[in-house]
């Protein structure tokens, strides 16, 4: 192979979208101040997701998912535990992979202890935030557990945390966007394939109907930002014609590629 085509696979990936959990809910629980919309209240599922990004040259987990303890403690479904999927991925803690923590609510740093000596890289403001004293206020509190940000403090402690503001390009082929919004430091990763670029925009977008109908998210720390969000994720799409994937939308892998078997038989989805 020529440089240029071992330069051009190490600038493409692999996007893999893993659907672990799920719960039912409504619209008036998931929307914020649902009502004033003036539509019916509806159920409304939510799938509960982590991404790897991957090619030959690297691997890129991206989120963690919810633990045992902070699954069962807001009675959400398991379809597969994360470490369990990481295993059947190939990708033990061994590997040390690099792993982006979009924010740090329970669902999505859950099992960052399966990876003890990852690098973890997230914005400054997540850090901060997480590991100040506002994180114990109860609107905060309510969608984290502590132990899991002791977790996060810990790789900061022993030097294993990267941080950003704003823009930080983590390998070619992947970059990685401060937008905030619902929460303080809440990124979305932009990744280069070879079916074009695709958007994973973790909680900055829950689900399709969130952008598409100006719906804010019930649970969230700036709702200007948040609003901004949407605006800038909305440019993005149609600039790159991108691939567009929201954090709990449970119509998610119904438009991708579904692959995997055993334990994640049906739940993978593949882009590229």
């Not at 509806?42 to 799938?47: G, K, S, T, V």
């Not at 930080?168 to 990124?187: D, F, M, N, Y």
């Not at 200007?224 to 969000?229: C, F, L, V």
């Amino acid at each position: 192979m020529s440089r240029q085509g071992k330069a051009m696979q190490s600038d493409t990936y692999q996007v893999l979208v893993v659907k672990f959990g799920t719960r039912s809910a409504r619209k008036s629980e998931v929307y914020l101040n649902y009502p004033i919309y003036g539509c019916p209240d509806e159920a409304l599922d939510m799938d509960y997701f982590f991404w790897v990004v991957r090619n030959e040259q690297r691997t890129v987990v991206i989120d963690t998912g919810f633990s045992r303890e902070g699954g069962e403690k807001r009675s959400r479904t398991f379809l597969v535990e994360p470490p369990r999927a990481f295993e059947a991925l190939g990708i033990g803690s061994e590997s040390r992979p690099t792993v982006v923590v979009t924010h740090a609510h329970y669902d999505h740093i859950g099992n960052l202890d399966y990876f003890p000596e990852s690098e973890v890289v997230l914005t400054d403001a997540e850090l901060r935030f997480w590991t100040g004293d506002m994180r114990f206020r109860r609107q905060f509190a309510h969608s984290v557990e502590f132990k899991e940000l002791d977790e996060l403090a810990k790789a900061r402690d022993e030097g294993r945390t990267r941080t950003f503001s704003n823009r930080l390009e983590l390998a070619s082929g992947i970059e990685l966007l401060e937008v905030g919004g619902h929460t303080p430091g809440q990124c979305v990763v932009r990744v280069n394939t070879t079916a074009g670029t695709v958007l994973l925009a973790s909680d900055a977008v829950h689900y399709f109907e969130e952008l598409e109908r100006d719906l804010p998210f019930a649970f969230v720390s700036d709702l200007p930002a948040m609003y901004a969000g949407f605006d800038r994720i909305k440019e993005m799409v149609a600039e790159d014609q991108a691939i567009l994937i929201p954090g709990h939308d449970p119509s998610t892998l119904d438009r991708l590629t579904v692959t995997g078997d055993g334990a994640l038989a049906g739940l993978v989805g593949t882009i590229g």
